[in-house]
């Protein structure tokens, strides 16, 4: 089945910073991978999907970029905000099974 | 909408007893799944139903159970409670099955205590 690894497992940055987080997959016929954000003692939210066929996907300060060929993807967070300090979930799909999550990141975004 | 409901969403119980717990999906939404969060060990997914028929399961034991009826709503049972079964549930909905057509919409858990 799938596998999904998540690095790192926690990140601490200033505010107005950037922050990086990164997954990788194991099943190249995965096609659909989105990005869950889970606040402190509230339910996971999808803040962000990208498909197989796109490279890359931007909505305000959050992107994602997609690299097939290595199988990995990654979450831009750009001028984080103490708001955006939450567990982050990233996740794959071929479609054909459930979606595989990695074991999150927990950000803290220092005021 | 209604967004996701589950109950109870905390309960305690002792090693040996078993569990039930209740999801009710989004209305329209014909896919439960769900998961089991724990410190560290992130979303692990145990199983899902799209209309009354399990269409993927999780590598968990066979006292993980689960089951969905006409309406949607799906329950989870847990047999035979252990320590490490002490977790949040969590119940996702969607419109399709295998979760890759859109969003999982989560509901806020059930909070699993084994004394």
């Known amino acids: 089945g799938e596998n999904v690894e998540q690095h790192p497992s926690t990140l601490s940055v200033q505010e107005g910073d950037s922050a990086v987080i990164k997954c990788t997959y194991s099943?190249?016929?995965?096609?659909?991978f989105p990005w869950y954000k889970q606040e402190l003692g509230k339910r996971p939210q999808l803040i962000i999907d990208?498909?197989?066929?796109?490279g890359e996907k931007k909505d305000q300060r959050i992107a994602v970029t997609l690299n097939k060929t290595a199988k990995h993807f990654s979450l831009h967070i750009t001028e984080t905000q103490p708001e955006d300090s939450a567990v982050y979930f990233c996740?794959?799909?071929?479609?054909?099974?459930?979606?595989?999550f990695g074991s999150g990141t927990r950000l803290q975004v220092q005021p | 909408k209604a967004g996701v409901t589950q109950t109870p969403r905390y309960l305690i119980k002792t090693r040996g007893q078993q569990v039930t717990l209740s999801c009710s999906p989004i209305s329209g939404h014909r896919s439960v799944s769900w998961y089991q969060q724990t410190p560290g060990q992130g979303l692990q997914f145990l199983f899902e139903?799209?209309?009354?028929?399990?269409?993927n399961k999780g590598n968990f034991p066979g006292r993980f159970s689960g089951r969905q009826f006409s309406n949607s709503r799906s329950e989870m049972n847990v047999s035979t409670l252990e320590l490490g079964d002490s977790a949040l549930y969590l119940c996702a909905s969607s419109e399709t099955s295998g979760g890759n057509t859109g969003e999982l919409f989560f509901g806020e858990g059930s909070r699993l205590t084994v004394l």
């Open positions: 099943d190249s016929a995965s096609n659909y």
């Open positions: 990208i498909r197989s066929n796109v």
């Open positions: 139903y799209f209309s009354e028929t399990q269409r």
């Open positions: 996740a794959a799909n071929t479609g054909r099974r459930a979606l595989t």
